[in-house]
């Protein structure tokens, strides 16, 4: 044999000093579970934090509503010198006070009474949601007169 026989072909050395059995190639599974289970704490969290947002939002958006079906009823009265006996002349008919029945945010219709429960002759009608339980006669109604009063 020769001497230039006998050496071994030159290989170019790696980009990488260190050797490929060392180097890292991606995370490994406890690392995206770690990362899996941090996402869902604070995806649990957003969740809470926001459905109390999103009651808030709705009861607000109902007592919008019942100030305007006060509104609705009060021009009623002006243009007939009486409330109405149910709420759908607001309605229907060729003079509309408003453009369809009215529901609170849970969908449900709001009770109308004329004339109303108090003696107060500016509150001469009650107008109630029955609120997120969705049942008259419990804590959560929103009743027209006393709904902004800081107990509400």
């Not at 869902?40 to 100030?67: N, Q």
């Not at 006070?97 to 529901?103: F, I, N, V």
């Not at 339980?133 to 902004?148: E, I, K, S, V, Y």
């Amino acid at each position: 044999m020769t001497a230039t026989a006998s050496r071994k072909p030159h290989r170019p050395m790696a980009a990488s000093s260190a050797p490929l059995s060392v180097a890292r190639r991606g995370f490994s599974l406890l690392e995206i579970m770690l990362v899996v289970l941090i996402m869902g704490i604070l995806a649990s969290v957003t969740i809470v934090a926001l459905r109390g947002r999103l009651e808030t939002a709705r009861i607000d958006a109902t007592k919008v509503k019942m100030t305007q079906i006060k509104n609705a009823l009060l021009e009623f009265n002006g243009r007939n010198g009486v409330y109405p006996d149910t709420l759908q002349p607001l309605f229907t008919g060729a003079n509309r006070y408003l453009q369809e029945e009215p529901k609170d945010e849970w969908r449900n219709a709001f009770v109308y009474r004329y004339p109303g429960s108090s003696s107060d002759p500016e509150r001469s009608y009650d107008l109630i949601s029955a609120g997120p339980d969705r049942q008259f006669g419990t804590a959560d109604d929103l009743d027209l007169w006393t709904m902004n009063n800081p107990a509400q």
